[in-house]
């Protein structure tokens, strides 16, 4: 563990712990494919798929994902079991003053709620 004292930036020392397995050798493009060479001699291939412009970012990280997570079934397997959908939060009333009176705004009533029944 580095000394937190230290200035020394944690993905840089990430990378220097185990940057030798996500370091690549080479990055091949050859049509739709894209080839990462590995510097311990193995190889992730990625395709792009016919409707999207062309990346290397992309396709580079998309290497880096299978070659972290195995396979890209393996991977989007992980995503769907961990995405959650965060639901807005409700607006709290605000509370409105003025030199001797204060009011209190309620928050705007749903679509579909007639507060007539």
């Known amino acids: 563990m580095a000394d937190p004292r230290n200035n020394a930036n944690p993905i840089s020392e990430l990378m220097d712990a ?3 397995l996500f370091d690549p050798r080479r990055i091949l493009k050859s049509g739709k494919a894209t080839i990462v060479f590995w510097i311990d001699g193995s ?15 992309d396709a580079f990280t ?7 997570f195995g396979s890209n ?3 989007k397997k992980l995503i769907t079991q961990r995405t959650q959908l965060q639901l807005p939060k409700a607006k709290k ?4 003053c003025e030199k001797d009176w204060c009011e209190l705004d ?3 009533e749903p679509e579909g709620f007639d507060s007539a029944e």
Do not use: F, H, N, Q
Request: contains cysteine.
């Open 73 to 75: 079934s393996a991977l």
């Open 106 to 108: 309620a928050p705007e």
């Open 62 to 68: 998309a290497a880096l994902a299978i070659r972290v």
């Open 18 to 20: 185990c940057g030798l």
């Open 93 to 96: 009333p605000a509370l409105r």
């Open 43 to 57: 190889k992730t291939v990625v395709r792009r798929a016919p409707d999207t412009a062309p990346s290397d970012y």
